[in-house]
T-cell receptor, first 114, second 114 residues
Framework: ETGVTQTPRHLVMGMTNKKSLKCEQH?????MYWYKQSAKKPLELMFV???????ENNSVPSRFSPECPNSSHLFLHLHTLQPEDSALYLC?????????????FGPGTRLTVT | AQSVTQLGSHVSVSEGALVLLRCNYS??????LFWYVQYPNQGLQLLLK??????LVKGINGFEAEFKKSETSFHLTKPSAHMSDAAEYFC????????????FGTGTRLTVIP
């Protein structure tokens, strides 16, 4: 595997389910990000991790719970989601969180909440 | 706060014609600016970025953009469109705090007509 991978690519879940999204980067980067991409809205930054430590939580509801066990892996744990949470969830990584470092994106997980 | 406006959610051009995608930003200090491209079912890929120095920036696939401070613009151009350029394009501005947080526009979908 190369670059940034995300699993699953598609996920359908009910509002009472618990599921997790996984992201893995094979680039040796230190920073990882979760974004939410909804139709007709700008990409929304959700969380930022640097060297496994969370550095940014962009007022995300607690039904989204991130986990970063090491610099290569990032999870997004989901529980009691709402239909409006249906979106494409993108993971990204960069060498560092300093300004201007290129962010490399994974293909995303298309989440549908029923 | 920083923000980005992309004028035109959809742009259609004929194959071989000039591509012009517009981006205006709001920032109180010199910005870092980015253009990303997203092909169907894929994540975002960096086309080019401006940080400092030369205001005309060349990127991949023949794209370029010019930073114009007086117009607060960072429009993306390509002299001759190819069918393979059909995708969604996102302009982004970097957070001013020194962290690598990006603020994205709502995107412009480019259609190339044969």
């Amino acid at each position: 595997e190369t670059g940034v991978t995300q699993t699953p690519r598609h996920l359908v879940m009910g509002m009472t389910n618990k599921k997790s999204l996984k992201c893995e980067q094979h680039l040796g980067h230190n920073a990882m990000y979760w974004y939410k991409q909804s139709a007709k809205k700008p990409l929304e930054l959700m969380f930022v991790y640097n060297f496994k430590e969370q550095t940014e939580n962009n007022s995300v509801p607690s039904r989204f719970s991130p986990e970063c066990p090491n610099s290569s892996h990032l999870f997004l744990h989901l529980h009691t989601l709402q239909p409006e949470d249906s979106a494409l969830y993108l993971c990204a990584s960069s060498q560092d969180i300093g300004r201007g470092y290129e962010q490399y994106f994974g293909p995303g997980t298309r989440l549908t909440v029923t | 706060a920083q923000s980005v406006t992309q004028l035109g959610s959809h742009v259609s051009v004929s194959e071989g014609a000039l591509v012009l995608l517009r981006c205006n930003y709001s920032s109180s200090v010199p910005p870092y600016l980015f253009w990303y491209v997203q092909y169907p079912n894929q994540g975002l890929q960096l086309l080019l970025k401006y940080t400092t120095g030369a205001t005309l920036v060349k990127g991949i696939n023949g794209f370029e953009a010019e930073f114009k401070k007086s117009e607060t613009s960072f429009h993306l151009t390509k002299p001759s469109a190819h069918m393979s350029d059909a995708a969604e394009y996102f302009c982004a501005v970097s957070d001013l705090t020194g962290a690598n947080n990006l603020f994205f526009g709502t995107g412009t979908r480019l259609t190339v007509i044969p």
